[in-house]
């Protein structure tokens, strides 16, 4: 029988060693990989991160996770982290058709639709299997635009395709909720609909605070009080499920806990225009024409011109006091900024029939802007854009419009592109 040398027996214990542990290393990149595609069936795109993350780890060179790292990130709205990964894909695989594809559907998903727009809806056939992340990218990018029309064109699309996809869900209720917030009431069970569906898919807060909502514009204040105590031991300083929960307390005749909602809020949000309109109540509630009259004049002066209602109150409340002088310059201010709404209104009815008017749709823009309608001006900035890509002046609103909102790479962007010549637009 032959004897084995010692050192070829070392070497094949080292040899099977190294081989055990490359592949347990491989096999736990892959399980990695596993769980974010699995992740991602069910829309957790923060748990496929983390799952991506400790994936490249091993497989740091793989230029096809990176893709799928930065297409997760895009998908969670960490837009910026997904540029970078992004370009450590193109680092390492090169402008591949789906390298491509992900730069079209961050650029549309950021709001930046010019060139990119007729491409992605290339993609829109039934059987493109890209199809729904691009209804998802282009929903996303109009409703950044403001452009509600056109983004629940796409969101109604995308849910014939993948009825239980509750993110989809989610951005289409809050779209309805936008509506009703503009006095279209009709909508609010739609925002209901959507809501109950997105929750029984995928809990989260954001969907509860829209269910409370949209429960208590229908009416039934009973059951959004039920979801805004929820909320509130979740997270007992956040302004809309305080401002909900006294709401719902108010009609409930708890007048004092409603007060005490309110003032914690307050104290936050000195300048919270719908808090204070809402203290001014309870003060005229409790006959407290002093204090009534102080939180009124406050939420008069915090609320955008176009929110009348505070100010439309504290003339009942002056001329029930008789002090008419008062009352006689607040009905006058009143009369001046509906004055100004229905300019606006007639204006925008004359653009829609004059859709090729660049002009008047700026100087909408513009009046909208200073109403403190500022959806319905940004809405109508892009439009001008759209129609005539080197506007100068609406590109410098859009940039300030951004920096204001604290989005200072869209910010840049408009900015670069908006130097006036003499003629107010971009040479």
Known sequence: MRRRHPYLVL?????????????????????????????LERYAFDEAQRHLDLCLKVRRGSAAVHLLAA????RRDACEEAERRLATCIQLGGMTSSAALERMLLS?????????????????????PDSVLVLEALAKGYASRFWETQALECLN??????P??????LMRARLWENRVRKGEMEYAQDALRDYEKALE??????????????????????????????????????????????????????????????DDLLAQHPHQ???????????????????????????????????????????????????TAEARRCREELRSRENQILDVERRILRANREPDDVALRYEIAMDLMRLGRQ???????????????QHGPARQALSDYFERVGQSGRAAYYRRAALPNAHGNIP
């Open 71 to 74: 297409q997760t990130a895009r």
């Open 273 to 323: 225009a719908a808090a204070l309109l809402e203290r001014g109540r309870l003060a005229l509630h409790a006959g407290q024409g002093v204090e009534a009259e102080k939180w009124l004049r406050r939420a008069a002066s915090a609320a955008p011109r176009y929110d009348v209602e505070p100010l439309r109150l504290l003339c009942r409340f002056l001329e029930a006091a008789q002090q």
């Open 164 to 169: 239980r996809h509750p993110l989809a869900l």
């Open 201 to 262: 898919l995928m809990p989260s807060f954001e969907g509860e605070l829209g269910l409370a909502g949209a429960l208590y514009c229908l009416g039934r204040p009973w059951e959004a009080l039920l979801v805004y105590e929820r909320l509130y031991a979740l997270q007992p300083t956040h302004p809309e499920v305080l401002l909900g929960l006294a709401r719902c307390r108010y009609i409930q005749h708890d007048v004092d806990e409603a007060r005490r909602l309110l």
């Open 11 to 39: 070497l094949g214990l080292f040899l099977t060693v190294v081989v055990t542990g490359t592949a347990t290393v491989f096999f736990w990149a892959q399980y990695h990989l596993d769980a974010a595609q699995q992740a």
């Open 157 to 162: 699309s995308l849910l014939k395709r993948q």
């Open 375 to 389: 959806q319905d001006a940004v809405a109508a900035l892009f439009f001008v854009v759209e129609q005539q890509p």
């Open 108 to 128: 549309a998903q950021q709001g930046d639709l010019d060139g990119v727009e007729a491409s992605l809806r290339m993609h829109l056939g039934v059987d493109d």
